[in-house]
């Protein structure tokens, strides 16, 4: 998301007919350095240069910034870009002036002279690219700016955030439906990497995008290894995770509530990882100084609430981790998304247990909305719940849900693909569980919790089970046969298939209406069994991709004779990165230094036929690789005149970034 679709979102070279010759083609090329378009990249800039709006449905690392930044670079004037993230923009526009790209921002972080500097390159002609956040573009100062001003096109990223029913709503959204009534001669391209249709047609709708072509990609992230384990000791078995899969890795963790951001960030770092926390809690300073770090260093986790995310365009987190059940299929998609934008392998991980699906279902009975929004946020958690639930492949189920066909055959990449779970008939578990639901409530007028239902099914005598005479129950002690733990199993799984339903603000358990059918033996439960041993374990036995020890994910398949020049080649990167003040992945991707150690070229020439590396970045950077590879070779690099002819034409002359700000 945000602006690197064509920075860190990395088209795949495949030539496409017709289009050597095309000025979008050539753009990708000389500011990219790509030399293809990928799945529907060409259709979608081909469409939007020709004047035409379009809704782009595409996952994150798909490329959808590409699909604006290529028609502002091809046609007149400047693309303005709105987005929610003030946050990000200076890095927006850092990596895209690394670029050679002609970017700037206006929004509340700078002071007067600042913006009043940027609305002169704006008014001058001399932005490619201008963000603004939504709020500052409801003001009649801005609109009036824009309208003094020569426009190429108007991106909406983020466009989810227009879905009220939606998990990053922005009310200043709804205002975006303005542009196409008072620009009505510039083409409109909304982008957003998850909606289900629902969403998409409200997109539609609150954009007032009628005539729009819409262009929906694969959902599909083959990269990302999906897992969720039961939930033990959650922090321990996050622990374990990163220790054993992704030591120095870059990641993220999400927790529901800020106490549980602090204290996972402070378990993490008193056990060697290196964790800093981010939630609405803390000031904007701390914030800013633990995102910047975050873009900037390598290996740093972040746990965080779903605050944070939104645009972040590391392309080397190799986890997102989930501590707490996400609310919505969308928001754990949009979440584990973040993971894997280079394309390596990555994992998203989750520990689920049954308090998760308590917590959601009191948080939606007591929560503010409607009826019908009730109706909507309880769908939501069904759907979430079946995920965690599925016997069959997980990729398959997210497929299904954003209504595209998944492999019938499984992906061979999430944790019930690698390790198919058992399952068993549950028929007789769930009928002693009701059972004692039951008769608390018949016998004694009574509610409780899961943990009290347990006991009495285990026969143990608590003090609470003593004080209300539950030992005197006839289904007292009927559930020897299995453990606490898959009781607690049993009972998270009917609650996942609305077998029995979380009432009032303490949790208790209640029938539904399916209940019955049943106690009547009408009809028949499965279940998964509970596995003996957390699944990251059997994971690595399986052959799941997996670091280990220190090994980056970054250097995976490169042979071991060019590991030193990999880790050199990073570790110069990181010096210009110290040097510039921005994240590394600006200067190059690792995905990028993977490819020149590969193919080790020896001229300029020849490293500006590597992906990622365009004119801007062959001339600021060409030279500093060629003299690292060359100290490793013990040879002189090639001398630069070698190399540019006539079919590579020295870059023009460009102002360099401090004439720009």
Not at 280 to 302: I, K, N, Y
Not at 632 to 657: K, R
Request: charged share 25%.
């Amino acid at each position: 998301m945000g602006v690197t679709g064509g920075i860190s979102e990395m088209p795949q070279v495949t030539e496409g007919p017709g289009t050597a010759d095309s000025e979008a083609l050539a753009t990708l090329h000389r500011v990219f350095g790509y030399e293809a378009f990928r799945g529907e990249q060409q259709a979608i800039i081909e469409h939007v240069v020709a004047g035409g709006d379009a809704l782009v449905l595409m996952p994150t690392g798909g490329g959808k910034s590409l699909c604006y930044q290529i028609p502002a670079l091809v046609r007149p004037g400047t693309g303005v870009v709105i987005s929610p993230l003030i946050a990000l923009m200076q890095d927006q526009v850092d990596a895209l002036r690394a670029l050679g790209v002609r970017a700037g921002f206006v929004n509340s972080t700078q002071d007067f002279d600042e913006r009043r500097m940027v609305e002169a390159e704006f008014l001058a002609g001399e932005l490619d690219l201008l963000y603004l956040a939504p709020e500052r573009l409801r003001l009649d100062a801005t609109q009036d700016l824009l309208s003094r001003g020569k426009i190429s096109v108007f991106a909406i990223d983020e466009a989810h955030c227009v879905s009220q029913w939606g998990h990053d709503f922005r009310p200043d959204y709804l205002t975006l439906s303005l542009l196409g009534e008072r620009w009505p001669d510039v083409p409109r391209i909304a982008l957003t990497a998850t909606a289900t249709r629902a969403t998409h047609e409200e997109i539609t709708q609150r954009l007032n995008l009628p005539a729009a072509r819409h262009f929906v990609a694969s959902f599909d992230r083959p990269n990302i290894q999906y897992r969720i384990v039961p939930k033990a000791d959650p922090k321990k078995q996050l622990l374990a995770f990163l220790r054993e899969e992704h030591a120095g890795d870059a990641g993220i963790v999400y927790c529901l509530s800020r106490n549980s951001v602090e204290r996972t960030a402070e378990f993490l770092t008193a056990n060697g990882i290196e964790a800093v926390p981010y939630h609405a809690g803390l000031d904007a300073g701390t914030r800013a100084a633990h995102q910047s770090r975050f873009l900037r260093e390598d290996g740093l986790v972040v746990v965080a609430t779903i605050a944070f995310g939104m645009g972040i365009d590391k392309p080397d987190v190799r986890f997102v981790a989930h501590l707490d059940l996400p609310k919505s299929i969308e928001g754990y998609y949009q979440e584990t998304g973040r993971a894997g934008r280079d394309g390596l392998p990555s994992t998203a991980w989750m520990a689920y247990g049954l308090n998760d699906v308590i917590q959601q279902r009191k948080l939606i009975q007591s929560g503010e909305g409607d009826e019908a929004f009730r109706r909507r946020a309880a769908a939501h958690l069904d759907a979430m719940l079946a995920l965690c639930e599925t016997a069959q492949c997980r990729r398959g189920q997210l497929l299904a849900y954003f209504g595209q066909d998944p492999d019938a055959a499984g992906c061979g990449n999430c944790d019930t693909c690698l390790t198919p779970p058992e399952t068993w008939d549950g028929t007789i578990a769930a009928q002693k569980v009701l059972s004692t639901v039951v008769r608390l409530q018949r016998e004694r007028g009574q509610k409780f919790g899961a943990i009290q239902i347990v006991d009495i099914l285990l026969g143990k005598r608590t003090g609470k089970v003593i004080q209300f005479d539950h030992d005197q129950l006839s289904v007292f002690g009927i559930g020897q046969d299995l453990t606490e733990g898959e009781w607690r199993g049993a009972i998270r799984q009917l609650l996942a298939q609305g077998l029995l339903a979380v009432e009032g603000e303490y949790g208790t358990l209640g029938l539904t209406e399916a209940s019955g059918s049943v106690l009547r033996r009408e009809r028949e439960v499965p279940l998964r069994k509970e596995p003996k041993k957390p699944a990251a374990t059997r994971q690595r036995s399986a052959g799941a991709s997996a670091g280990s020890g220190k090994a980056k994910a970054a250097a995976v398949e490169l042979p071991d004779e060019l590991l030193p020049a990999f880790e050199a080649l990073r570790a110069w990167r990181a010096e210009q990165a110290r040097e510039q003040g921005v994240p590394a992945y600006v200067i190059f991707h690792d995905a990028t230094l993977r490819e020149i150690v590969t193919r080790r070229p020896g001229s300029v020439r020849d490293l500006g036929t590597v992906n990622g590396v365009g004119e801007k970045k062959l001339a600021t950077y060409g030279e500093g690789v060629l003299q690292v590879l060359a100290s490793l070779d013990g040879a002189a690099p090639a001398a630069a005149d070698d190399t540019p002819d006539a079919d590579w034409p020295e870059p023009a002359d460009e102002p360099e970034p401090d004439d720009w700000i």
